[in-house]
């Protein structure tokens, strides 16, 4: 089971498969729009929650936990793309590209939203570390998937560590 709190009590809860068809949905989504140093970190964390190289059931993060930016304004600019990503996802955004259904996608997706949403990035804790220094930022896209993919971390992106 993994676990993404949502920093006010709501956390995602998703088993090992649901939290790979997470990821996934997000990679592509998240790959379509990174365009900002904070996009490339928050793609850089999504590889990370690559349970084929980090292992089953040890992966997820606090929305508490991220670094949101320093003033209200990059908060707002940060909670305002992450709620574009998620949109971009629940469009089904590259879905005919997996290689499987992803039948509970969108109940994940929406309720993911519904907690960033709610969120407030003034309350996190950046000093959790938990976001990508920006050196450590996902700025490499896989050729054959056309997604971001893990580097400096490990070579290749969620689908290519799956086998895909």
């Given at each position: 089971?993994?676990?993404?709190?949502?920093?006010?009590?709501?956390?995602?809860?998703?088993?090992?498969?649901?939290?790979?068809?997470f990821?996934?949905v997000?990679?592509?989504s998240v790959?379509?729009?990174?365009r900002?140093?904070?996009h490339?970190?928050?793609?850089?964390l999504l590889?990370l929650?690559?349970?084929?190289?980090m292992g089953?059931?040890?992966?997820?993060?606090d929305?508490?936990?991220?670094d949101?930016g320093?003033?209200?304004?990059?908060?707002?600019?940060a909670?305002g793309?992450l709620l574009?990503?998620?949109d971009?996802?629940l469009t089904?955004?590259?879905w005919?590209?997996?290689?499987?259904?992803?039948p509970?996608?969108?109940?994940?997706?929406?309720?993911y939203?519904?907690?960033v949403?709610?969120?407030?990035?003034?309350?996190?804790d950046?000093?959790a570390g938990?976001l990508p220094?920006p050196?450590d930022?996902?700025l490499?896209?896989?050729?054959?998937?056309?997604?971001?993919?893990?580097?400096?971390?490990w070579?290749?992106?969620?689908?290519?560590?799956a086998?895909v």
């Amino acid at each position: 089971m993994n676990i993404f709190p949502g920093g006010d009590g709501r956390c995602l809860e998703m088993s090992n498969g649901g939290t790979a068809v997470f990821v996934d949905v997000l990679a592509l989504s998240v790959s379509a729009l990174a365009r900002e140093p904070w996009h490339f970190r928050f793609a850089a964390l999504l590889t990370l929650q690559d349970q084929s190289v980090m292992g089953r059931g040890v992966v997820g993060f606090d929305l508490a936990d991220l670094d949101w930016g320093d003033t209200p304004q990059e908060r707002a600019a940060a909670k305002g793309w992450l709620l574009r990503v998620l949109d971009l996802a629940l469009t089904r955004h590259r879905w005919e590209e997996l290689t499987y259904e992803p039948p509970y996608a969108e109940k994940y997706l929406r309720t993911y939203r519904a907690m960033v949403e709610a969120f407030d990035p003034a309350t996190a804790d950046a000093r959790a570390g938990v976001l990508p220094a920006p050196q450590d930022a996902a700025l490499a896209s896989c050729v054959r998937h056309r997604v971001l993919d893990a580097l400096p971390y490990w070579a290749g992106c969620v689908f290519c560590t799956a086998g895909v």
